[in-house]
């Protein structure tokens, strides 16, 4: 069992910065698979980006790509997402998720466990 725990949300103007922090229970976080996704109410949860086990592989969501950066930290369980040029439609609830899987799933069924979600807000 992992239980994900994300924080550094918030309200920021366009173009500003927020970093994302999401961290994991248990000794095994080195073990899984992490990925940021976001959801606004009406719509599908979609993919952000998503990080291999070891951190050496990373995949993003075209419209964030050159703007997000996402790393991991396995000694302090934690996966990061620093959002830089922040625009309106980066608005949403930004969840983490963990699974275990050999490859960087792109779609949310295939993830285990998720975090409660932290609000990112951009103004414009």
């Known amino acids: 069992q992992v239980q994900l725990v994300e924080s550094g949300g918030g309200l920021v103007q366009a173009g500003g910065s927020l970093r994302l922090s999401c961290t994991a229970s248990?000794?095994?976080?080195?073990?899984?698979?992490m990925g940021w996704f976001r959801q606004v109410p009406g719509k599908e949860r979609e993919f952000v980006s998503g990080?291999?086990?070891?951190?050496?592989?990373?995949y993003y969501k075209d419209s964030v790509k050159d703007r997000f950066t996402i790393s991991r930290d396995n000694a302090k369980n934690t996966v990061y997402l620093q959002m830089n040029s922040l625009k309106p439609e980066d608005t949403a609830v930004y969840y983490c998720?963990?699974?275990?899987?050999?490859?960087?799933?792109?779609?949310?069924?295939?993830?285990?466990?998720w975090g409660q979600g932290t609000q990112v807000t951009v103004s414009s």
């Open positions: 998720a963990a699974e275990r899987s050999q490859v960087v799933p792109k779609t949310p069924g295939q993830y285990d466990y």
């Open positions: 248990g000794r095994t976080f080195r073990n899984y698979i």
């Open positions: 990080i291999s086990r070891g951190g050496v592989s990373t």
